[in-house]
Each structure stands twice: as structure tokens, then as C-alpha cells.
């Protein structure tokens, strides 16, 4: 990769401009804008129904937008042929060329573009190395494991430098151990190459663990867009709490500056009126024993469930009044009946309700 | 587990039925090439006689390498009108997709017979397409070349076959995933290249069992030169029908169906092989 034909990292890379799809009656997205910074690793989270592949769809241009524009390094990309954009795709089921060899399918792009035949041998060697796979390069991709074709894949689309990664739920079909190694393996490929990824998938863990940002689709709209870390700890609005994460919602008033949920309450900066908070299972802790931070909100519930998960319990507790809360705290063998827990107050986050 | 008597019992008919109508005839077959005729009666002494005649006259070579001609003919005529036919019908029919292979099935169901007799209706010295030529003034008398020559059995032949050759294209095209040439495309490959690059050579066995459909049939036709074709357009069934009928010359033409039929299967031993070499999966 030469760094002189790639603009510094930062700068934006591609912006979906208002962008809009209609299959017949159906509005798969609507009105939504989005940037991607260069370099980074964006990732589409969402339902399925959420719109998310048909952006990416839209992005590679297999779909045309019913309205809106999209703009890749100060130039039009909606109007252009696939064929003709900087972009390449991984593809959910790899769909790798069965009647050419894995050398042939990695070149297949070099040749598509009238790459000097000098050229190609050594990037499509390259290509394989990077991937790990270079002892296969004359197998036929119908032989190889759905790790394997995975890998690929991956070298097939890196191997034309693309400006642009799209990666379609590329890990869905495999199984769970290999599905984190390949997690492990993106994520430093992603760091070595220095080529923007967005990917798409519907697992928030693996969205989490892999992106510089989380661009939450809901609906064919856009529900967040914001760092991982950002979006787990300051969720805008309940459908993003509850899917990123598992989370409380606690609904309530808050009247001069108290906030007044069921059977807690707890100091808010909300005006008065009806309100809608966040707390994260791991913000309440057993009162007993606990360092108590300065804006300890406490509250007393049963003990309905324990559920054991090696270093951390989940714990489910009834507050009375048909209020559930799940904590999740230190494993520290089994408990029962009431007890009183503590959260800091600022740990529960406002968010607006979900249209 | 069934008992051996029930499985003799469900195998025997098939098995009575190849021996009887297919292993039979072809022995008998095979033994009259051997044999001899001397004055309408056929000698059953073993000798290559029929063979060296068929091999040595230049008539029957001149016989043999027209009806090659005429079927190389039907079967890349077949292969250019079905090939982008199916090629339409699979990748932009849309929506009319399924009627389409309908209207193109429909003829499959009307008599060969019948097909045979229209082209005569319309190629002939009265026919249609004479009569419209003379309406628009294109010609004064009517064309006499339009029927009775080797044109008018490769037209008529290839409106038959056409729709043999389209079927198996159009399944393998069926077949092939949408996702390859989306990634064709997205590689960089513009629709040209993605043509010759994924879609010809994963279409390649229907292509091969489709030319093999045509080439298969016409070699072995003689109802077309019957009816359309005329002495000019003979083909080598129509004489072995002839020997078997009026000549009463069955060992000659045991021989050359013997011949016909080795050139067949290895025609289709080499087709299967081919078709095998490009199947993926």
C-alpha cells in the first residue's frame, strides 16, 4: 500500500448522503446519512430488516438509491457501474469462482483491471501470505473448509486495494471458535493494511469487539452512530441500550432533581417530568462489603435467581411492585432473600424512548 | 430386508424388457452385418463383406460426410438461437420469466410430423413464404430452392431442435449463483468479461448436453429429408431405411447402422468425459 495515493487517516472517506431505498412499496432505508472516516473499522449493526445489507448493497452498487447521493474522495460513487468502483466485497457465503483455482480466483480482479502480468504473480503471492494460506494456492476453492474459503475471500478483495473493504456478515457461517480467531485475525489485517472496513452483522459482541464505530440501524434509519465504547456507555435511546449490551430500563418521573423509578430514587439533572434511564447490570453492586461512591443511589430487592458465569454472577432481582433488575456482580458463591445493592446515580444514563 | 424372490420379482419386467426390445435387435443387428445377401436370401456365413463395400463406395462416403454436415449445421444453428435465448429467459426475463419458458416448451407437445408438414406449407412453390416474397415484390416467380435441398432440412431441423438444445442451457444457467457475478462484477469485471470469464464456462455442460441433443438426433434422422429435402439432401439414415425396405439389403444395412451407432456412443462417452471436466460443485 503506498501511503502517498491514501489521504491521511481522519479524513472522511465516503459520505451516504441522504440516501433512501425502495423495493416496491417497501422502504428499506430512509433518508439516512452517514460518514466513514479513512481507515477506520465501521461496523453496520442491526435486525435483520434493518436495512444494513442494503446499504452495503448500495455502497458496493449492486443497488441503485431512490434518492440521496453517495460520495467516495470528493467524487460521485452512486452513479457509477460496480465494476467501476474502488470498492470490493466479502461476500456472506465467500462466493468464490468454483471453476478456477484459488491463484485464479485472487488474480481475478488484477486481470478484470488490466494489471501488468509481472505484477500479478507476486501481489496474488502476497495476498495468500497475508491470509496465511500460500499452500493452497492451486487447490479448488470447492475443497477447502468455510475457514479456508473465508480466507480467500478476503485476500481475493484485499489483493486490488481497494479504497473501501465491504464485508457482508462474513463470519455468520462459521462456527463459534473459529468465528473469534477469525475476529482476532480481521481486526490485525484490518490494522496491517490500513484499508477502511466496513462491515455488517447483526452480533453486538462482535461489533463491539471488532469496530472503531457502531452505526446502529433500526428500521432503515439510523439509531446511533458513535464509538463502541460510547455507544455501550451512552446509549441515546432505549432500542440501543437493550441491543448493545444488556441493560435496565427504568422508567419513572423526576420531580426537583430526584428521580423517582419504582423503588428507586436517585439525584438527576432531568427537569421534571416523565423520564427513561439506562443502568447496566454491572453498575449495581451488594451493598455490603463495597467501596460506596459518593453518589450511591441504594435500594433493597429479593433475590429471585442466580445464574453463575465463572468470574461474574448475573443476578435477578424482584424490587416489589412487579420490578425486575438484573445486576450482574463478582462471583462470591450463592446468595438469597433480601439484600440491599448500591449504583452510582450517575451511572444511569437518560435515554429517549424508541419510535 | 426384502426376500430374493420380491426383488426378482419387481426386476424382472425391466430386465425382460431390455433383453427383449434392446439387447435382442442390437445382436441381430450386429450378426446381419456379417452376414451376406445372394439373390434375396440372406446367407449366414461371417464375413466383413458389407463393411469394406460401405467404406469403399464413394456414395455412401459423399452420403455420410452430408449428413455430418447437416448436423454440424443444426447444432450450432441450435446453439445460436438457444443459447441467448436461455441467457435471456435466466438473467432478464424478470417478471415474465416463467410464461416465456412456457411459450418455449409449447412446441415440444406438437407432433414432429406436423412441424415437418408446416415447413412444407410455408417453403414450398405455393407456400407462404413465396407468396409474401411475390406480394412485396421482391421476386416474380416463386423461389423453388426454398424446399427439396439440404437449407430447407437444416431450417427445419433446428426449429425441432432448438427448443432440446435451449433446456439443458438454461438449467445449468439457472444454476449458477447469483452471488458469482454480483463478485464478478465487484472484482471489476464489466458485464463482457464476466460473460466469457463465469457465466460461459459454468454454463458449459448444459452447452455440451445441448449440442450433444442436436448433433445426436439429426445424425440420426430421416423424416426431415423425407419431407423437406429431397434426393439432394439424403442422409445416411434414410439409406439404411432403404436398404432395410425396398433393397432388402439387410446386412449392408446392419453395417452401417452398426457404424452410426459405434460413431454415436463415442460421441456421447467423449461429450459425458467433457461435461464431467467442466462440472464444478
Not at chain 1, 466513514?36 to 449492486?62: C, M
Not at chain 1, 480466507?151 to 478483495?157: D, F, T, W
Not at chain 2, 412453390?125 to 421482391?138: C, F, R, W
Request: proline share 6%.
Amino acid at each position: 500500500m503506498s501511503a502517498a495515493a491514501s489521504p491521511s487517516p481522519g479524513t472522511t472517506l465516503l459520505e451516504v448522503r441522504a440516501v433512501s431505498k425502495r423495493f416496491g412499496e417497501k422502504e428499506v432505508l430512509k433518508t439516512l446519512s452517514l460518514d466513514i472516516a479513512q481507515g477506520e473499522f465501521l461496523t453496520l449493526l442491526g435486525e435483520s430488516g434493518s436495512g444494513k445489507t442494503t446499504l452495503l448493497r448500495l455502497i458496493a452498487g449492486f443497488e441503485a438509491p431512490t434518492s440521496g447521493e453517495i460520495w467516495m474522495s470528493g467524487s460521485r460513487l452512486d452513479t457509477l457501474p460496480p465494476y467501476k468502483r474502488r470498492v470490493n466485497t466479502v461476500f456472506q457465503h465467500y462466493a468464490l469462482f468454483p471453476h478456477l483455482s484459488v491463484r485464479e480466483n485472487i488474480a481475478y480482479g488484477l486481470r478484470a483491471n488490466n494489471t501488468p502480468k509481472s505484477e500479478i504473480a507476486p501481489r496474488v503471492e502476497q495476498a495468500i501470505a497475508m491470509v496465511r494460506m500460500s499452500e493452497y494456492l492451486n487447490a479448488k476453492p470447492t475443497k477447502l473448509s468455510g475457514g479456508q474459503q473465508q480466507r480467500i475471500a478476503l485476500a481475493r478483495a484485499l489483493v486490488n486495494r481497494p479504497q473501501l473493504l465491504l464485508l457482508d456478515e462474513p463470519l455468520s457461517a462459521l462456527d463459534a471458535n473459529l468465528r473469534k480467531e477469525m475476529q482476532a485475525e480481521l481486526k490485525s489485517l484490518q490494522r496491517e493494511v490500513g484499508i477502511t472496513f466496513l462491515f455488517v452483522t447483526h452480533d453486538q459482541e462482535e461489533a463491539m469487539a471488532l469496530s472503531d464505530r457502531i452505526a446502529l440501524l433500526k428500521d432503515g434509519g439510523l439509531e446511533q452512530i458513535a464509538s463502541s465504547r460510547e455507544i455501550y456507555a451512552r446509549p441515546a435511546t432505549a432500542y440501543t441500550a437493550q441491543f448493545i449490551g444488556q441493560t435496565n430500563l427504568l422508567r419513572g418521573v423526576a420531580r426537583s432533581g430526584i428521580a423517582d423509578c419504582g423503588a428507586l430514587h436517585f439525584p438527576t439533572g432531568a427537569p421534571d417530568g416523565p423520564v427513561l434511564f439506562s443502568l447496566r447490570p454491572e453498575s449495581i453492586s451488594l451493598a455490603a462489603g463495597a467501596p460506596q461512591p459518593p453518589d450511591a443511589a441504594k435500594f433493597r430487592a429479593t433475590i429471585r435467581q442466580q445464574f453463575f458465569g465463572g468470574s461474574t454472577e448475573l443476578l435477578e432481582l424482584s424490587c416489589g411492585n412487579n420490578q425486575i433488575l438484573r445486576a450482574r456482580i463478582d462471583a462470591r458463591g450463592p446468595l438469597s432473600g433480601e439484600n440491599d445493592f448500591v449504583f452510582p446515580a450517575s451511572a444511569a444514563i437518560p435515554v429517549k424512548e424508541s419510535s | 430386508m426384502y426376500s430374493r424372490l420380491y426383488k426378482l420379482a419387481i426386476s424382472l419386467p425391466p430386465l425382460a424388457w431390455v433383453i427383449l426390445f434392446l439387447l435382442v435387435p442390437y445382436a441381430l443387428m450386429f450378426a446381419h452385418s456379417f452376414w451376406l445377401t445372394q439373390d434375396g436370401v440372406i446367407l449366414h456365413s461371417w464375413n466383413l463383406h458389407q463393411y469394406a463395400e460401405f467404406f469403399s463406395n464413394p456414395l455412401y462416403a459423399a452420403v455420410f460426410f452430408r449428413t455430418l454436415r447437416i448436423a454440424a449445421s443444426v447444432t450450432l444453428l441450435c446453439l445460436l438461437l438457444g443459447y441467448p435465448l436461455a441467457y435471456f429467459l435466466s438473467f432478464h426475463a424478470g417478471p415474465r420469466k416463467e410464461l416465456l419458458y412456457q411459450l418455449v416448451i409449447v412446441p415440444l407437445w406438437v407432433s414432429y410430423l406436423v412441424r415437418g408438414y408446416a415447413w412444407k406449407t410455408i417453403l414450398g412453390t405455393d407456400g407462404v413464404l413465396n407468396g409474401a416474397l411475390q406480394y412485396l415484390h421482391i421476386t416474380h416467380e416463386p423461389v423453388s430452392a426454398l424446399l427439396y435441398s439440404p437449407f430447407s432440412v437444416v431450417l427445419m431441423l433446428t426449429h425441432i431442435y432448438t427448443p432440446f438444445v435451449f433446456l439443458p442451457i438454461y438449467a445449468s444457467l439457472e444454476h449458477i449463483p447469483r452471488p458469482l457475478l454480483e463478485a464478478s462484477h465487484d472484482l471489476g469485471a464489466n458485464p463482457r468479461s464476466t460473460f466469457f470469464r463465469v457465466i460461459l464456462p459454468l454454463s458449459m455442460p448444459g452447452l455440451l448436453a445441448g449440442a450433444t441433443f442436436a448433433f445426436v438426433l439429426t445424425l440420426g434422422d430421416f423424416l426431415a429429408p423425407l419431407l423437406v429435402g429431397g434426393s439432394s439432401s439424403t442422409m445416411i439414415a434414410n439409406v439404411v431405411q432403404s436398404l432395410f425396405g425396398a433393397a432388402y439389403d439387410w446386412p449392408l444395412g446392419a453395417a452401417i447402422s452398426v457404424f452410426i451407432l459405434v460413431i454415436t456412443v463415442g460421441l456421447l462417452f467423449f461429450t459425458e468425459r467433457l461435461e464431467k471436466r467442466w462440472t464444478f460443485q
